[in-house]
């Protein structure tokens, strides 16, 4: 007889499996993931990092690997619940076995397993193997389980087709924010997700939460629910305009054009040969966030042919990163602006190309930063400065004032590099050529725009 129809079925009425007593060893959710584009399945006991087993899905189709992985879950599950005492050996072994007689039904067995499953114990359950396969003409029933479809096992398959895509530094951060609505949300079945639960979700996150983190963490939500939806994992969501939308103003203040200057004056009075003082210019007279001017080389500094000066904000390079394709942009250089000299910032380029150093940066990125936000902007402006005034306020203030000098919103989408132009002002626009935009900025910080 075959293991799969010694018992009877669990219909899909059973989405919530609780043990009767505490189950000796508790197991993790299944992990998925992709090898040669081929879908695995690995099951694990919570808290360990070596009982752990993997079985190929065999199929490279997400919709057919989450049926097979429900289906294998579910006989996991059914097992455990009649057995709470088992071991993870056990456990183990009835999760080889119900996979590899799984795919014994019109096709052969082509099962991988790593990790805790290759050790001494394997011998007798590749005989019981041996034994199932040697039975002629036994049929497959497969129990129909319906296990709740978690966010966590959502988030497991969308990183899997969609985490390649992003860059190390954003799957990182989305991996956290994952973590974090997979905790809020526990074991609800998003199949089955309602208005209130995700309005809930919402009021659980926002308590001690700024409400610029929390709509960040429902976008992350709102994207895989899309995927979930797109690929059939979900008929439907209910994230639609669930962001807040009080609250939400950032902490970071626009500095106005008098302290603009202020900023410029100051770096002024620091040698040209100071890295410090190229920090605080640049970000004035160009929005650049301070990543992308902290990370700027020699070669970034581009004399075009039609006289404009400008800094390419590019990610090629080591170390380099940007926050999106979008971000990458030529922003010209405006000599005189708020009186910024460019004339001695080349001289400061060229002596770094002298010395054989690629970067411009003699300080990293964090430690600039502090300087500019604790030091440099503080005794710049004097009774002037306030809480909210840091570097990135000089990319709030060039925007606003773009924005105030009715600069085309295409304009404005060139030089600060936005993914979206509605965080600008408007919808964005590209392909403005650079002798335009620096047409643009000369008159606006040069020719009376101050």
């Known amino acids: 007889m075959s293991i799969l129809e010694v018992r009877p079925a669990v219909t899909s009425t059973v989405t919530t499996l609780a043990f009767p007593s505490k189950p000796t060893t508790r197991l993790a959710k299944p992990y998925h993931y992709r090898r040669n584009g081929i879908y695995y399945m690995r099951l694990r006991a ?3 990092t070596t009982e ?35 071991l993870w050996s056990k456990l183990k072994e009835h999760f080889r076995l119900v996979s590899a007689e799984l795919f014994e039904s019109g096709r052969e067995v082509v099962t991988q397993f790593w990790g805790a499953l290759h050790d001494s ?14 039975e002629k003409g036994a049929s497959v029933s497969v129990p129909v389980i319906a296990p709740a479809v978690t966010f966590e096992f ?54 001690g939460r700024m409400p610029s983190t929390v709509n960040k963490l429902i976008v992350k ?29 950032s902490t970071r203040k626009a500095f106005t054009q008098d302290q603009i200057s202020k900023l410029v004056a100051y770096s002024n009075t620091l040698p040209d040969t100071s890295w410090k003082r190229w920090l605080l210019s640049l970000g004035a007279i160009t929005g650049g966030r301070l990543n992308e001017i902290s990370q700027l080389s020699v070669s970034d500094v581009q004399n075009l042919t039609s006289g404009v000066t400008a800094i390419h904000i590019i990610e090629a390079g080591e170390g380099k990163s940007i926050k999106n394709k979008r ?53 710049a402006l004097g009774e002037s400065f306030a809480p909210g005034l840091v570097f990135h306020s000089m990319r709030h203030s060039l925007a606003s004032l773009m924005q105030a000098r009715g600069v085309p919103t295409a304009y404005a989408q060139a030089v600060m590099g936005h993914a979206s132009g509605t965080i600008t002002f408007d919808v964005y626009g590209s392909g403005v050529p650079v002798e335009t935009i620096a047409e643009m900025l000369r008159e606006l910080l040069v020719g009376g725009g101050q």
Not at 121 to 134: E, F, G, N, P, T
Request: charged residues 25%; aromatic residues 6%; neutral net charge.
């Open 46 to 48: 919570t808290g360990s």
């Open 52 to 86: 752990a087993a993997a079985v190929s899905l065999q199929t490279s189709n997400r919709r057919e690997a989450l049926d097979t992985s429900e289906q294998l879950t579910g006989l996991v599950r059914a097992f455990h619940l009649e057995n709470p005492d088992a």
């Open 121 to 134: 114990r394997s011998d007798s359950v590749s005989r019981s193997l041996s034994l199932l396969k040697s």
């Open 154 to 207: 959502l988030s497991a398959l969308y990183l899997a087709d969609r985490g390649q895509d992003q860059k190390v530094s954003t799957l990182k951060e989305t991996k956290i924010c994952h973590g974090t609505l997979s905790a809020a949300l526990g074991e609800l079945d998003m199949r089955t997700q309602s208005r209130a639960d995700l309005v809930a979700l919402r009021d659980r996150l926002a308590d």
């Open 221 to 249: 939500l709102s994207a895989v629910l899309a995927w979930s939806v797109e690929n059939g994992h979900m008929s439907k969501s209910y994230d639609k305009k669930l962001k807040l939308t009080k609250g939400i103003e």
């Open 327 to 379: 971000s990458e942009r030529l922003v010209p250089l405006t000599d005189g602006a708020y009186g910024f000299d460019l004339a001695a910032f080349l001289r400061y380029v060229e002596s770094c190309k002298l010395s054989g150093a690629e970067s411009l940066a003699q300080i990293g990125y964090k430690t600039g930063g502090e300087w500019a936000n604790k030091q440099a902007i503080p005794a």
